[in-house]
């Protein structure tokens, strides 16, 4: 009895040690008092030798299990300490999280490259693919392949920039629309032919509303039995894809380009508030296309057959379409490289539009 | 071209509203540039008459009216000077927006006196400037008539934009044949009687070409008038010639302009007193010139087509007349001019002495070249009614040219090319309301095309007749067919690399500029520039003179503007194309990006670090690495195009052939020409010069790591100081390849201790074991191995 009592006693004591032990130093000697070598519980271990069997048996499980739950109780106020000792030192590391975060340089894109990059995605998706052409184009490309001959009063209307002319007399332009690549591409494609060629255009021109430089994309269709049914379509679905409304009022007017014929310019419907344009609906109307079936000459000028192949092509300023997209206010602006217009035009890196997530 | 409602109501009967018009004009092609209606702007207006104007009690310079107004008698307070008993004005009541003041009028107080309304002068009615007072009709016009009525401007003038193939729409006739042919009305005919004439015209004609080829006039018609008064032209002609933006002159002069509106056919009257002999039509002489009827003088070459009397040239052939034979108040004979002028030579002789006019604008489009007996048979009329005269017979020289045109329309034409389904009767129906003359054929139709259609010139010409009457609205949409139901991959190889490069630049913290594609011809020069072949003829200005050869100068100078405008910290970079010859592949497309000032601002936990060559150097990788370039087998040499600081700058290459772009700190005295202040780094690769890797498949080579703890060395070497570190770090690679699998320079030092021609490279290598752990011996051969690779490489010494 007294020897469970004795037990019962001196667990209670060294369990007492143990938490009132307020370091891992006085800690670490309660360890050594109790399973030390010369510690209580050792010698008591030790002192065992002298028992019977039986009681030496019974004595050392409860000297074990003794032993067992004082290491237990060691363990639990160590990590007790350690986590105080800690929590002592946290309170002197605190910082004032208000302080500014470090910079990150964060850049942007350019609303002429993501029209361009919304553009190709929708007419990617109808199967166009992306052709080029130079800027600095030959009289003929620029011109007279698109059914523009010399005097016609159409070519005064282009407000072309000229290279001086060569030694043979010839000319260099800069291309005033991104028609050219029409040419260039039914030289070197076999129909059907499906493309669209967005890029630099240049007019002798600047104020208020223009630029000596702008974007166009120029598309075109070549099959055999494409009509302006389908040029129609096309123009609507772009329309509705670009501008990301369920329906865009359209009007389809008869007009005239040298290189197309039947011709149509399109207006989008539109209202005006407060100097911001709402597109798709209203009363008023803004012209954004122009299109038509391509003009027989210059299929031929491009070396097919207009007896076997037609089809339509148009032309579209990627610059205006951003500018009514996005209500940018002024093209001049988007020439000048001022950061604080780039940043509010611009775009993220990663917002990279596809048709899956939204164009814009 | 402008013209007015009642104009062309002249020659279409209708019952079409303004708005119905301008609608059908839009459709068929006839763009609708604008609608000035007054009638509309003036409709609160009226006439009122003045009954009884009193002194006002309280005011010197105001008077009280009793005025009588459609709705009855009202008292309006007036300033004006002639407010007068029994004047008859123009009345506006409370609540009219008056379009000259922009105010709203309201009942007011004036001096104690009530005002319900106001009478109003003309420039508050926005007709002109005059303000001296209130409008005073000086006559009995009922009150209530309406204020554009009594004003005469109750015609609605329409403005529309005429493409360059529609010459017969430059007249208000061929306005209203398209209008009938849309169905709107009925186009009247023409009700001219021909005046016989009563003597021969003192004044003949030649056609007197140098070269005997009478293309460039190959007809030419006049007439002979004399005793005619020439006042000034009828209201009805004035008021009509001032809405469509035409000064009034003389009944002559307004007769002619009058028939070129009407019927796009230019006429011109010389005075026959100050005609020498008789009239031919010639090339101009060698140094001939011609004051004409703008008063300018003209210096003439024998290009040009002239109309000479016996002594010289007196008008300018389809352009403009001469002062010395211009018809004044005074002129009593007059010999008029109906000539076809060659259209090409028109704009040729137009462009090159810079006159505009009303006739050469027709001209050089091409008018009807058949219809020089109709009008001068309508320009006599004119002559004869207004200006009174006897008239001779007609004198004429040359003959119509041949103009006919006829063209085979496919039955199935309009469908299969127009989308649009209609019967061939109405086809015709619509080609001959146009004035092509068809006859049923087996399938189709063969269309006579009338001689106002220069622009007719095969089917697809007559396919758009058909469709633009009908209308464009009417055209049915139809999909285009797809070419895979699920699309496929569009781009090619360099397009990808454009929109890789540009989203990678920019998650660098470049901002995208788009410049323009011109600079000044120094910056080119400056720039590896300046070729002759790729400057502009006829620049903008003189700072968009030439091609850009580089995209860095135009960069350079945005980073110039946004520090002048306060932002000092700047990073923009450009995806574009660079020109540096006028062949097409000369035209390549690079990615270029410049920093300046700060690359870490100054913060309350940084220290700020101003950007460097490297900086640009890390941009440079970026854009490479995503534009697909090997990066790890690039070559970085020292040195870069001359517009680089010589001592910091690199290239990018793979060999010496192969040059893919710079890097580095953009040379001093290149940025003190173009103003802007430095620091400032850049880079430019050229994105055509990447060689295209070899088409990869999908997935990925199995990955093969090893568990292994890495084993890490650290490494000193004294060498030369112009020892590339690159050679070091390439040394030390190939000392074992599979084995080291990276080699990082953490320390480069200069000091007298290691001796004033040497440097010292620190650098870490990385051993990742494959399959065993490496044994101190084997950790030992592969350093031993390093060490004398190094200093093979370099002649440098381990450092002690």
């Not at chain 1, 340089?105 to 190709?120: A, D, K, L």
């Not at chain 1, 129609?232 to 329906?247: M, N, Q, Y």
């Not at chain 2, 107004?69 to 000077?81: E, F, I, L, R």
């Not at chain 2, 529609?166 to 009305?185: M, S």
Request: glycine fraction near 10%; include cysteine; proline fraction near 5%.
């Amino acid at each position: 009895m007294t020897e469970t009592l004795d037990l019962e006693k001196l667990e209670q004591d060294l369990i007492a040690q143990v938490n009132q032990a307020s370091d891992e130093q006085a800690l670490e000697e309660v360890r050594i008092g109790a399973l030390g070598k010369k510690g209580t519980i050792s010698a008591m271990m030790k002192g065992m030798g002298k028992l019977d069997p039986d009681q030496r048996k019974t004595t050392g499980q409860a000297l074990n299990a003794l032993k067992g739950r004082v290491s237990q109780a060691l363990a639990t106020q160590k990590d007790a300490l350690k986590k105080k000792a800690m929590d002592l030192r946290l309170a002197t590391e605190k910082v004032d999280v208000t302080l500014p975060a470090r910079k990150r340089g964060e850049g942007t894109i350019h609303p002429v490259s993501q029209v361009w990059e919304e553009v190709v995605q929708i007419f990617g998706d109808l199967g166009f693919s992306v052709a080029e052409g130079p800027h600095i184009e030959s009289d003929w490309y620029n011109f007279g392949a698109l059914n523009i001959p010399d005097e016609h009063p159409a070519r005064q209307e282009h407000d072309t920039f000229y290279f001086n002319p060569a030694e043979d007399g010839s000319r260099k332009v800069l291309r005033t629309h991104t028609s050219p690549v029409q040419i260039r591409t039914m030289e070197t494609t076999e129909p059907p032919i499906r493309i669209i060629a967005p890029g630099r255009t240049f007019r002798c021109d600047s104020d208020q509303t223009h630029t000596p430089m702008f974007h166009q994309v120029e598309g075109l269709v070549l099959d055999s039995d494409i009509h302006l049914g389908h040029l129609k379509w096309t123009l609507t679905e772009f329309c509705k894809a670009i501008f990301e409304l369920d329906d865009v009022k359209m009007r389809f007017r008869s007009s005239h380009f040298p290189f197309t014929e039947p011709s149509m310019e399109i207006d989008i419907g539109c209202t005006w508030e407060n100097g911001q344009v709402k597109i798709g609906e209203g009363d008023d109307w803004l012209e954004i296309l122009g299109s038509g079936m391509v003009h027989p000459n210059v299929i031929r000028a491009g070396g097919l057959d207009p007896d076997k192949v037609q089809g339509f092509a148009f032309g579209v300023g990627i610059d205006r379409i951003a500018m009514l997209k996005y209500g940018i206010p002024d093209l001049r602006a988007f020439f000048e490289s001022d950061l604080r217009w780039l940043r509010h035009y611009g775009f993220s890196a990663l917002n990279v539009p596809n048709l899956a997530g939204g164009l814009s | 071209m402008k013209f007015t409602l009642s104009w062309l109501k002249e020659y279409l009967d209708t019952d079409a509203s303004l708005d119905e018009i301008c609608t059908a004009l839009n459709d068929t092609g006839l763009e609708v540039e604008g609608i000035e209606n007054m009638a509309e702007v003036l409709k609160d207006f009226s006439v009122a008459k003045v009954i009884k104007a009193r002194q006002h009690p309280d005011a010197d310079r105001l008077r009280v009216c009793d005025v009588e107004t459609k709705d009855g008698m009202v008292q309006v307070v007036c300033g004006a000077p002639n407010a007068r008993t029994g004047l008859v004005g123009i009345f506006a009541g409370p609540g009219t927006h008056v379009p000259g003041t922009g105010v709203d009028l309201q009942t007011g107080v004036i001096r104690g006196v009530e005002s319900a309304g106001m009478l109003c002068s003309e420039r508050e009615l926005m007709i002109s400037e005059d303000h001296d007072g209130i409008i005073d009709f000086d006559k009995d016009i009922a009150v209530g008539t309406s204020a554009a009525e009594a004003l005469g401007l109750d015609d609605p003038i329409i403005d529309i934009a005429i493409t360059p193939n529609r010459p017969d729409a430059l007249g208000i006739y061929g306005v209203a044949r398209d209008l009938a042919a849309k169905g709107l009305g009925t186009l009247k005919p023409m009700s001219i009687e021909p005046v016989e004439g009563s003597f021969d015209s003192p004044i003949t004609v030649s056609l007197n070409f140098s070269d005997g080829d009478t293309k460039p006039c190959p007809h030419f018609m006049g007439r002979f008038f004399k005793g005619i008064k020439n006042g000034p032209s009828p209201d009805w002609m004035q008021r009509r010639l001032r809405a469509v933006g035409l000064r009034p002159i003389s009944a002559l002069v307004d007769i002619t302009n009058y028939v070129t509106i009407a019927y796009a056919r230019p006429l011109h009257v010389f005075d026959a007193a100050k005609v020498s002999g008789n009239i031919q039509v010639r090339f101009a002489n060698e140094g001939e010139s011609l004051v004409a009827l703008d008063g300018k003088t003209y210096k003439l070459d024998p290009t040009m087509t002239v109309v000479a009397d016996d002594n010289s040239a007196e008008s300018l052939g389809g352009i403009m007349g001469g002062e010395a034979t211009g018809c004044l108040e005074d002129t009593t004979d007059v010999f008029l001019e109906c000539a076809y002028f060659d259209p090409i030579r028109t704009a040729t002789t137009g462009r090159k002495l810079n006159i505009q006019s009303d006739a050469r604008y027709r001209f050089e489009r091409g008018i009807d070249p058949t219809y020089l007996n109709k009008g001068v048979d309508i320009a006599t009329a004119l002559i004869l009614e207004i200006c009174g005269g006897d008239v001779s017979y007609k004198t004429e020289a040359g003959q119509t040219p041949d103009v006919k045109k006829s063209y085979f329309l496919r039955g199935e034409r309009v469908k299969t090319l127009g989308g649009l389904d209609v019967e061939l009767t109405k086809q015709a129906e619509i080609l001959n309301s146009l004035g092509f003359e068809t006859t049923d054929k087996d399938d189709g139709l063969e269309c006579a095309v009338p001689t106002w259609r220069p622009d007719i010139n095969g089917e697809a010409d007559l396919v758009e007749e058909v469709c633009r009457i009908v209308g464009l609205d009417n055209v049915p949409e139809v999909a285009l067919p797809r070419f895979n139901e699920i699309a496929v991959p569009v781009l090619t190889v360099l397009q990808k690399r454009m929109l890789a490069t540009r989203r990678k630049l920019a998650t660098c913290g470049l901002c995208e500029a788009v410049t323009w594609s011109f600079l000044p011809e120094e910056q080119a020069k400056m720039f590896g520039g300046g070729k002759p072949e790729v400057k502009l003829a006829n620049p903008i200005s003189v700072e968009l003179s030439d091609m850009r050869p580089s995209l860095l100068p135009n960069l350079i100078s945005a980073v110039g503007r946004n520090v002048a405008r306060g932002t000092l910290d700047v990073g923009l970079f450009e995806v574009g194309q660079t020109y540096l010859g006028d062949k097409p592949e000369d035209e390549t497309l690079r990615a270029c990006g410049v920093r300046r000032g700060n690359m870490i601002s100054r913060a309350w936990n940084e220290q700020a670090r101003s950007v460097d060559c490297f900086d640009a150097k890390a941009d440079a990788i970026s854009a490479l690495k995503e534009a697909g370039a090997p990066v790890q087998s690039l070559q970085v040499v020292q040195g870069a195009p001359e517009w680089f600081h010589p001592g910091r700058s690199g290239t990018f290459q793979l060999g010496p052939k192969n040059q893919l772009g710079w890097f580095g700190e953009i040379h001093p005295y290149v940025l003190e020409k173009m103003g802007v202040k430095g620091p400032l780094v850049g880079f430019e690769i050229i994105l055509n010069n990447i060689p295209i890797g070899k088409q990869k498949s999908a997935a990925r080579p199995a990955l093969n790591v090893s568990d292994l703890m890495s084993v890490k060395r650290d490494f000193a070497f004294v060498v030369s100081k112009d020892t590339p570190a690159g050679k070091i770090e390439k040394a030390a690679k190939g000392a074992d390849k599979s084995l080291i699998t990276d080699v990082a320079i953490f320390d480069v030092f200069v000091g007298d201790s290691i001796g004033a021609d040497n440097k010292s490279i620190a650098f870490e290598i990385t051993l990742q074991p494959k399959a065993k752990t490496l044994t101190d011996e084997e950790i030992e051969a592969v350093c031993a191995k390093v060490i004398s690779k190094v200093e093979k490489a370099t002649g440098g010494n381990l450092r002690g």
